[in-house]
């Protein structure tokens, strides 16, 4: 039986699915949040075949659409007494800015405030596992600023990257802020950078944006190499408690900009995603 029970979002593709590969090859009871449940079928059918592990289940999950997180969450909840581990991994860029279907810019939707909603409605099971939340940053977040909370939904003066920095500056406030809020409950929460990884990240950029990543290609990693850190935090044995809410690069602890250090710009984020989620915690 095995011995971990594992929730991933963003397994159809790239680092997530090398992730979910390798923890399959581990006996994890895998869970993997799709927006696409074919592809999530068909990655379920794969990693069966690949890792002779069963214990591996497909649900709906479009982190642009809150209705359908909490749905994922409520599902998991019927299905499961506990879960172990949380890896918040899925993520995007948008070109042009884009509203989701709650009316949040697309790429703060996807990259944070779904996961953060996520984490939340899953938080009786997660503190039942003693359970580890893995958020998928990057060093992107460098670029990222506390006045950026100011507006988080972009009205003025969109920029992709600038939009993309912020939600990964988030990823690692969210981190932070699990680690600190929920220390006493046995969960851990870490950040992570998986590297510059040659996946289809990106493709939706054009212009400048496709041309930079164009640039990057001939430095970039595999996605089986980017994953190796968000497996790492996974499934290590041994990894200190006391490391928890750090952010990690190549699997050691890495240095952040010193906007992610910035307490009073960690609690604006909380209270601002709580904000946007209450109607669905209720």
């Known amino acids: 039986m095995p011995f971990r029970t594992t929730v991933i979002t963003g397994a159809t593709s790239g680092i997530g ?3 979910a590969l390798a923890l399959a090859k581990k006996d994890h009871a895998l869970y993997l949040l799709v927006r696409n449940v074919q592809k999530g079928e068909q990655l379920k059918k794969e990693l069966v075949e ?3 592990n069963r214990s591996i289940f497909v649900l709906h999950c479009d982190l642009a659409d809150m209705q359908t997180v909490k749905q994922a969450a409520d599902e998991l909840k019927g299905k499961l007494f506990a879960i172990n581990t949380l890896i918040n991994n899925a993520g995007g860029i948008n ?3 884009e509203e989701s279907k709650d009316g949040i810019e697309l ?3 996807v990259n944070h ?3 953060f909603l996520l984490t ?4 009786p099971l997660l503190e039942r596992g003693q359970a580890r939340v893995i958020n998928v940053s990057s060093e992107a977040h460098k670029m990222g600023k506390v006045r950026m909370l100011n507006d988080i939904q972009f009205t003025r003066d969109y920029s992709a990257f600038k939009a993309y920095a912020l939600a990964k500056l988030s990823n690692i406030y969210f981190a932070k802020s699990l680690a600190e809020k929920f220390a006493s409950k046995g969960i851990t929460a870490y950040a992570l950078h998986p590297g510059v990884v040659k996946s289809g990240f990106g493709n939706e950029l054009s212009g400048w944006g496709k041309f930079m990543l164009w640039l990057a290609r001939p430095f970039m990693i595999s996605p089986q190499e980017g994953a190796q850190t968000s497996i790492y935090l996974a499934s290590e044995v041994k990894l200190s408690p006391k490391l928890s809410g750090e952010y990690f690069k190549k699997m050691q602890v890495a240095k952040t900009n010193l906007a992610a250090q ?6 604006k984020l909380w209270q601002i995603s709580e904000q946007l989620v209450v109607p669905y915690l209720l």
């Open 17 to 19: 699915k090398e992730t």
């Open 50 to 52: 690949q890792t002779g």
């Open 95 to 97: 070109m042009h800015r």
């Open 107 to 109: 790429t703060f939707a």
């Open 113 to 115: 405030l779904g996961h």
């Open 120 to 123: 939340l409605s899953l938080m």
């Open 262 to 267: 910035n307490a009073s710009g960690r609690n």
